[in-house]
């Protein structure tokens, strides 16, 4: 009888799936603010160098958008493959 009571998974708790969601919301979080952060603060400072008022900030968002974008593709690929051993109930 204990081989049957062994051989099942354990069951994940809430709090594990809490932790997981938290720590995709900042990651996300970062990866989506940095680069548009940077972008706007190198764009105005490059335009206001070059006199080129708002063609680097523009040209900076939209590069920022495009690699968060591919970013987030990525960590969403990686994510979903930690949730689903998450819910198997081994660590991921």
Not at 47 to 57: L, Q, Y
Not at 66 to 91: C, M, P, R, W
């Amino acid at each position: 009888m204990s081989e049957t009571v062994e051989s099942r998974p354990k069951k994940t708790s809430d709090a594990a799936y809490y932790r997981f969601a938290v720590r995709i919301m900042s990651d996300f979080g970062i990866v989506i603010a940095v680069p548009v952060v940077v972008a706007v603060f190198g764009g105005i400072w490059l335009d206001r160098k070059f006199d080129s008022t708002p063609w680097f900030m523009v040209i900076g968002l939209i590069g920022a958008m495009v690699s968060t974008y591919l970013v987030i593709q990525k960590k969403a690929k990686n994510y979903a493959k930690q949730f689903e051993d998450l819910n198997k109930g081994t660590k991921g």
